[in-house]
């Protein structure tokens, strides 16, 4: 049976919120964002939702937008995808890496060592769609000592006050997130991977505290994905609508209509579609039930968080780094195709080059060479998921135990 790993949600109502944007005479940021846009703000209860072509260059637009510079400090976990630390390399600032807590999130008494009068943001990573502890970060960039040490170098930093926390919510769409804590800034992304997808996008969502005005900082914003032009294509196509300024050094990095229409159609059917993430997730729980030898990811918690289901991430117990690949060549060859999510950043060559060193994460290592991600997406039949199970029941028979 081939089982592919993340294959995207297209149904004839996606298909035909595309086909109406293609005859609608509009391809390009306009109509559609605006109402994804809408969509996303609604669902995520947020102040307001601004739509980019990418999780990535939504990120350095808000790293831009806080003035975030060389000489500047941003805590990233260690155990992440690249996008994370690349979004604060690009701004000229250095990633401060790391290490994991207990679950594959990034440890608050970790992000505590590694404030510095230097740091000016932090982009903790809700892993496989597990919220990270907010309550707690958000309680840590507000205590006075950790406030007292923040250094303002313009007008934002200063309204600001403190380090601002922007999740990376690449996968935590539709997660709850704890009460009594939320993000300043969280930005989803809708890769073509994504529990949600515009094939390629970001979406950023702003709640900043007081003073800020977050409409008034959305509209800045916009701004900023379009050039700093004043009037966006969409106006000045209208008659009469042709007069234009170039008010800044704008990025270019808005997300298309004809892209924002496939996770539009997809956004009104996502509570079905999330719900049938979380029962696929339930039948790996399930059909794991007699493995003491494996962990499965966080996925709710007393406090009323609960995970997006985004990665069926696994952790085996006491199996090497070696072990782990060659349970995933037997899984191969079953055609159930696994991912690793994720190779800590300083295993990568461009992060080893940058002088980071594995050594000083345990906690991601471990994780590393215990992890296997299985595939889970509303598509998935409970016969499929039985068939992985077995797969993977297995390959750990015959790796780890010798049968
Ligand atoms: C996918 C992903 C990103 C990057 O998203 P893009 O939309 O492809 O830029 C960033 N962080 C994490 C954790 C991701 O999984």
Redesign the pocket.
Known sequence: MKIPFSPPYIDESIIDEVVDTLRSGWITTGPKVKALEQEIKTYSQSEEVLCVN???SGAMLMLTWLGVKPGDEVIVPAY??C??AHAVIHTGAKPVMVDSGEDFNISVDAIRKAITPRTKAILP?DIGGFPCDYPAIMQLVNEPEIKAMFVPDNEVQRQLGRILVVS?S??SLGAKLPHGGRSDVAIF???AV?NVTSA???AICLNLPAPFDNAAVYSELRLNTLNCQTKDAFTKSQAGGWKYDIVGLGMKINLPDVNAAIALAQMRIYPQLLERRKEVFQAYERGFADCDWMVMPPSVTENGVESSYHLLALRIKGITEEQRNDIIAEVAKAEVAVNVHYVPLPMLTYFRELGYQMEDYPKAFANYCSEISLPIYPQLTDEQVNYIVNCMKEAYAKVVKGE
Do not use: M, R
């Open positions: 990418s999780w990535t992440t995808y996008a994370t990573v990376d690449a996968h992304s809708l890769h994504k390629e996008g970001g």
